[in-house]
């Protein structure tokens, strides 16, 4: 069986190597259009900031490897220009001139392209995509030069500016939304924009950039940044002329349709990777999702397709993460804007728990975030921030939405633990726990941008920290009754149903339970003044 596949990195190669595996006979070539084949791409942003110091660390295979361990057919610097289907040909640009090749099955594995929207300059600005672009920027910030605009702020972009700045560059990010990190709801983004700015990155949030100077960038409101280099990051899209000009069934946003085994509008040919449309996990709508791991499972899985074994794509949680000068940011599933804006009904959990068990050393702070359907109690995503073990919380969150666990039944999932790596009840059964509370009615909970209509209602704002933690700053109006004092000055509180807030909501649900109890209406406030400040800016 001849098999060309087209374009030789995540998904192009996951799949000329599994088809070698299953099969020694399959005649398997692979056309690469640039000079690297299965090119560490996801590594490409630390090279450029010196980390990744080896250059050939990026390059994990040589067409001469791959010839000598798979038996596979390489060709770089060669493009593959058009497919004639009826004919089962594809037409092969290279350094020698126009090639044909023909094939029985043909595997789209193209990737994705940098978006460069049209301002004036553009042409000035770097992207990342592939080593060609990583050597350009090494070059560029090799230079002289000491500042340097990203445009997006991106999981690319602020890999960038972290990079850059170990560069010893001044970086400004700027970024149209109000926030960075589209997955992250903005209280969970307040946390990155906090990190970024310490670490000496200059944010323009919620600003566009008009025009790209010889050494500055022109920002919409007619401000200038100074900018001796220009890193566009603002997106990728699919790669998909050569499916569309192939007559391929496309989707609105240049995705590549296929179905659940990759197959294409045409039955001989495969698709995956960032060109191909995906199902989304939560509502099984189309989405495109360009990340590593769906590329290779993809690619690994459709050589199992082509060799006649049954394989089916599985739906896409987007499950991710990224490095912030330290910060773990890491998200699966859908965030709060989004599940609004789809007018889905969401409960809101916010924790902000340590890593591992208090008392033993090295303990860092979490923050996390879980969406739960209110109806099912499924869960519907997950946000985490913190300096370790962020990932795996995300990663067991991931595997549970998976798995078709509930957000209650996370409390009953048993999870590795011994001081230095977790506590008895690690953070995710924590998150399990407050989710079976608010599902059987236990306590309720406030979120942070609720609570001023509350106190403008009438309502009582209780702050249950000690005078100490007060003093450091607190939400205003609020009466303050230490938790542990609460039971025998119940009298002091005027009137009302009650708001308990706390630190990070934990004696505020030990106050709402004591109030309740006794009688009065109350609520805590999720993720205490912790969430709140993040959010508020306060
Ligand atoms: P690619 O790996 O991009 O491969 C496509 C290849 O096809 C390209 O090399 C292209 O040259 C070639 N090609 C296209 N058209 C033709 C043609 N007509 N003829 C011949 N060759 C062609 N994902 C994560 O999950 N985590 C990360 O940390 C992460 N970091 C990233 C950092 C960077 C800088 C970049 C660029 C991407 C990152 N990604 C990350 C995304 C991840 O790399 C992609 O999701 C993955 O590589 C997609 O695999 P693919 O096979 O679809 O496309």
Redesign the pocket.
């Known amino acids: 069986m001849k098999i060309v596949i087209?374009?030789?990195?995540?998904?192009?190669m996951s799949a000329a190597t599994r088809l070698r595996r299953l099969s020694e006979d399959a005649d398997i070539t692979v056309?690469?259009?640039?000079g690297y084949v299965s090119f560490a791409?996801?590594g490409?942003?630390y090279h450029v900031g010196g980390v990744i110091e080896d250059r050939s660390a990026l390059l994990l295979q040589t067409p001469q490897s791959l010839a000598a361990r798979f038996g596979i057919r390489v060709l770089v610097g060669?493009?593959?220009t058009s497919v004639d289907r009826g004919g089962r040909v594809v037409q092969v640009t290279g350094p020698d001139g126009e090639a044909s090749l023909d094939y029985d099955a043909l595997v789209l594995?193209?990737?994705?392209r940098p978006v460069r929207p049209p301002i004036p300059g553009i042409e000035r600005a770097l992207s990342?995509?592939?080593i060609e672009d990583t050597d350009a920027m090494v070059d560029a910030v090799s230079g002289d030069v000491g500042s340097v605009v990203v445009i997006g702020g991106g999981?690319?972009g602020i890999?960038l500016a972290e990079n850059l700045r170990h560069r010893g560059l001044d970086v400004t990010i700027v970024e149209a939304a109000d926030q960075v990190m589209a997955p992250l709801d903005p209280e969970m983004a307040a946390f990155v924009h906090q990190r970024l700015r310490e670490s000496g990155v200059v944010l323009h949030l919620g600003a566009g950039v008009s025009a790209i100077g010889e050494r500055d960038v022109t920002l919409a409101d007619g401000s200038t940044v100074p900018a001796d280099i220009v890193v566009a990051a603002i997106g990728v899209r699919p790669?998909s002329t050569?499916a569309t000009d192939a007559g391929l069934e496309v989707d609105e946003r240049g995705g590549i349709v296929v179905d659940e085994a990759m197959r294409t509008s045409d039955p001989a040919i495969y698709a995956?990777?960032?060109?191909v449309v995906k199902r989304d996990a939560v509502d099984g709508s189309a989405v495109m999702v360009?990340?590593?791991?769906t590329?290779n499972r993809q690619?690994r899985m459709v050589a199992d397709v082509i060799m006649g074994r049954a394989a089916a794509d599985r739906p896409v949680l987007g499950t991710?993460i990224v490095g912030v000068f330290g910060l773990q940011v890491a998200t699966t599933g859908w965030n709060a804007k989004r599940l609004a804006a789809a007018g889905r009904p969401f409960r809101q959990i916010h924790t902000h728990p340590a890593s591992h068990a208090g008392y033993y050393p090295g303990a860092a702070g979490l923050h996390l975030k879980l969406l739960v359907d209110p109806e099912t109690d499924a869960i519907l995503g997950a946000q985490a921030l913190g300096e370790d073990g962020a990932d795996k919380r995300i990663d067991v969150i991931a595997t549970a939405m998976a798995g078709g666990i509930t957000a209650s039944r996370l409390a009953d999932l048993e999870l590795a633990y011994a001081p230095a790596f977790g506590s008895a009840k690690d953070p995710v059964n924590m998150l399990g726990y407050v989710a079976g509370n608010l599902r059987d009615g236990t306590v309720k909970s406030l979120q942070w941008d609720e609570v001023a209509d509350r106190v403008s209602a009438g309502d009582v704002l209780l702050d249950t920290r000690t005078p100490e933690e007060v003093a450091a700053g607190a939400i205003p109006g609020a009466v303050n009754i230490p938790v542990d004092d609460l039971r025998d000055r119940l009298g002091e509180l005027p009137e009302g149903s009650v708001v308990a807030y706390c630190a990070v909501g934990v004696r505020g649900y030990l106050a709402a339970r004591i109030l309740t109890q006794s009688g009065r209406e109350a609520v805590n406030l999720d993720g205490g003044y912790t969430t709140w400040r993040a959010a508020t800016g306060a």
């Open positions: 087209v374009g030789g990195v995540a998904g192009g056309v690469e259009r640039s791409n996801c490409l942003p060669h493009e593959v594995s193209p990737g994705a990342l995509r592939d999981f690319i890999e790669d050569l995956v990777g960032d060109a360009p990340l590593a791991n590329a690619g991710a």
